[in-house]
């Protein structure tokens, strides 16, 4: 993956998401990827039931700069 612009850390999947492994009985190694780690904001417009989804916060874990935002779950209208 990438490398943090500001402190040059690589970043990981790992480092943002809740990550579980687990082995199986045949010994393969199964990987789940679970909640997000940072902050969840929802922007909203002005006026009842306009929202514009949820947006998340991108953070460096090692140097606690923001590194950007994402949209997600958009719920139009």
Excluded at 43 to 62: A, F, I, N, T
Excluded at 64 to 73: K, P, S
């Amino acid at each position: 993956m990438g490398k943090c612009p500001y402190c040059s850390k690589e970043l990981h999947l790992e480092d943002f998401f809740e990550v579980t492994k687990k082995e199986t009985k045949k010994g393969k190694v199964k990987v789940r990827v679970g909640d997000f780690i940072g902050e969840t904001l929802e922007p909203r417009r002005s006026g009842p039931h306009l929202s514009w989804g949820e947006c998340r916060m991108w953070v460096c874990p090692s140097c606690d700069t923001i590194l950007g935002f994402t949209d997600y779950a958009y719920s139009g209208s």
